[in-house]
């Protein structure tokens, strides 16, 4: 039986998704496996050609990379391939009801000064208000996620989290950001990404309180973020 589907691959067939999976499962913690057309076949229970075929249907889709080495080919799942695969798991996870929080552990680190110039945008505050129930302290916690957290911040990146609207100004745009409401030590806060892919293992955070000062915080201190899906 296959998969439930997302909206991602309900134009492809079934089979490439199942078999990104099947990929994904035999690879385990690996970043790549050697894995032959003719074994894939095997345990999708297809053809060495079929096989052959999906394979190069998933690199033209950007899910998958192959490296030929030695007759043998190399393959590796990418950052949108892993997106697609836990998109799903999010969806399976509402669909049977499991719990949607995560506890993220990663440790403190300075940011470039950024976050406060962005968070202090009036477009920004006034949804942030509007949809999370408070204004933040103008700046961000910086948090670089330890590396077997990864996927629960791959996992997050994948939510639909509360969606705050970009805007344009007279000389430049800003992009719409979605925000998961969560706590860190007990204190209110949510954690911020912006819709748009992007591949980092820094996540951040913003809170009505200054949470360096609140918390004493330091760089290099290990934190743990509850945060709701």
Not at 39 to 68: P, T, W
Not at 83 to 89: A, G, H, K, V
Not at 191 to 214: G, N, Q, T, W
């Amino acid at each position: 039986m296959f998969p439930v589907i997302s909206p991602e691959m309900d134009s492809r067939d079934p089979y490439d998704y199942w078999a990104l999976k099947t990929i994904k499962r035999i690879m385990g913690k690996n970043a790549l496996i050697s894995l032959s057309s003719r074994e894939l076949g095997e345990m999708l229970g297809m053809s060495q050609q079929s096989a052959s075929r999906i394979i190069l249907k998933l690199i033209d889709e950007g899910f998958i990379q192959r490296k030929i080495e030695d007759r043998r080919q190399n393959i590796s799942i990418t950052d949108v391939g892993l997106d697609l695969l836990f998109s799903e798991m999010n969806d399976l996870a509402t669909v049977l009801e499991m719990d949607n929080q995560l506890d993220i552990v990663g440790k403190v680190i300075s940011g470039l000064g950024e976050g406060r110039y962005y968070i202090s945008r009036k477009s920004y505050i006034i949804q942030f208000q509007e949809k999370l129930g408070f204004i933040p302290y103008l700046g961000t916690l910086n948090m670089k996620i330890e590396p077997e957290n990864e996927g629960k911040l791959r996992r997050l990146r994948n939510s639909p989290g509360i969606h705050i609207d970009g805007f344009v100004t007279d000389d430049r745009t800003f992009g719409a950001v979605k925000t998961f409401m969560g706590n860190l030590n007990g204190l209110e806060c949510a954690a911020i990404l912006p819709e748009r892919s992007v591949y980092s293992d820094v996540l951040e955070i913003i809170s009505p309180f200054f949470l360096r000062e609140k918390l004493k915080l330091s760089d290099g201190m290990k934190i743990s973020l509850h945060v709701d899906l």
